[in-house]
């Protein structure tokens, strides 16, 4: 009896586990991320035009961070064009746009 109860809770908890969160650990997501960006996540930076990037993140220091991490994979430092800050009551992302110099 014990038996099947734990292969039932070894059943169940990976499919409790998929309806409640998406990936919360901090760093880069994808592009749209299904549950939204949580703390200390970053949108994969997507061009926004000529030499210049774009992500979405939690706030304004991740996203520079994410800018930073981007641009140093090139060799390059991250230069800031637009920085426009979110608002968790709203739920709304930070965006930056920035480009490797």
């Known amino acids: 009896m014990n038996f099947k109860k734990l ?3 070894l059943l169940i908890l990976p499919m409790l586990n998929s309806c ?11 592009q749209d991320p299904e549950w939204g ?7 994969t930076p ?7 990037w774009m992500l979405r993140a939690s706030d304004t220091g991740t996203a520079m961070k994410g800018g930073s991490e981007f641009c140093s994979k090139m060799s ?7 920085l426009e800050a979110g608002n968790t009551q709203d739920k709304k992302a930070t965006v930056l746009i920035f480009s490797c110099y």
């Open 7 to 9: 292969f039932v809770i």
């Open 76 to 82: 390059k430092n991250v230069e800031t064009i637009s």
């Open 46 to 52: 997507m061009s926004a035009g000529k030499d210049k």
């Open 37 to 43: 960006i949580y703390r200390g996540q970053w949108t």
């Open 20 to 30: 409640f969160g998406g990936d919360m650990t901090p760093g880069q997501v994808s």
